[in-house]
């Protein structure tokens, strides 16, 4: 199956500071890819969606300009979380789909951010 | 934003029982689907049931569907210890977006 990947898969950062998570598609094209950040023994909660090509768009109480979104190319979305605080401490989930991968939503194994 | 709910939230059966889980959702559904995840890991997707279908079974597993009730179980038969993990079922609406429910935490006892 498509297979898609998350870089890093464990961060630690200090509060104030930007940290960026990468998320590829390996072997399909990803026009839409989704981020998701689940608190522990809690479910996934969809953040934003984005297209390729265009900005994301933010699920409802997600802030956009302290979790940017950036999905330039078929292959690769980052998200980047700015001045981080500690509450910002999560695992932190894409997934990718495309016509390619014939709809099918592929997920990556995770972020785990810890922000100190 | 959430889907809907899970039921039970936790699970806890011996190895070889079967365990059933439930997943209510609120709006249309172009498709459900259920996932699992090992504690701190990644998602597994184990099988998806479209609109129109009401039953499916992959191995193991069955899951069965609802649309007038927007619900959705999904049963694990002859359980093993393997099996321990969280459960998650997850819509695919009419926009594109998954959404997932709450989860079920399932315990296998060896």
């Known amino acids: 199956g498509a297979v898609v990947s998350q870089h890093p898969s464990r961060v630690i950062c200090k509060s104030g500071t930007s940290v960026k998570i990468e998320c590829r598609s390996l072997?399909?094209?990803?026009?839409?890819m989704f981020w998701y950040r689940q608190f522990p023994k809690q479910s996934l909660m969809l953040m934003a969606t984005?297209?390729?090509?265009?900005?994301?768009?933010?699920e409802q109480g997600v802030e956009k300009d302290k979790f940017l979104i950036n999905h330039a190319s078929l292959t690769l979305s980052t998200l980047t979380v700015t001045s981080a605080h500690p509450e910002d401490s999560s695992f932190y989930i894409c997934s990718a789909s495309g016509t390619d991968s014939g709809n099918t939503i592929y997920f990556g194994e995770g972020s785990w951010l810890t922000v100190v | 934003s959430q889907q809907g709910e899970e039921d039970p939230q936790a699970l806890s059966i011996q190895e070889g029982e079967n365990a059933t889980m439930n997943c209510s959702y609120k709006?249309?559904?172009?498709?459900l689907q259920w996932y699992r995840q090992n504690s701190g890991r990644g998602l597994v997707h184990l099988i998806l049931?479209?609109?129109?279908?009401r039953e499916k079974h992959s191995g193991r597993l069955r899951v069965t569907l609802d649309t007038s009730k927007k619900s959705s179980s999904l049963l694990i038969t002859a359980s093993r210890a393997a099996d321990t993990a969280s459960y998650f079922c997850?819509?695919?609406?009419?926009?594109?977006?998954?959404?997932f429910g709450q989860g079920t935490t399932l315990q296998v006892k060896p």
């Open positions: 072997d399909f094209q990803a026009t839409t």
């Open positions: 997850a819509t695919l609406s009419n926009t594109g977006k998954l959404i």
């Open positions: 049931i479209r609109s129109n279908e």
């Open positions: 984005s297209n390729e090509g265009s900005k994301a768009t933010y």
């Open positions: 709006t249309s559904i172009n498709n």
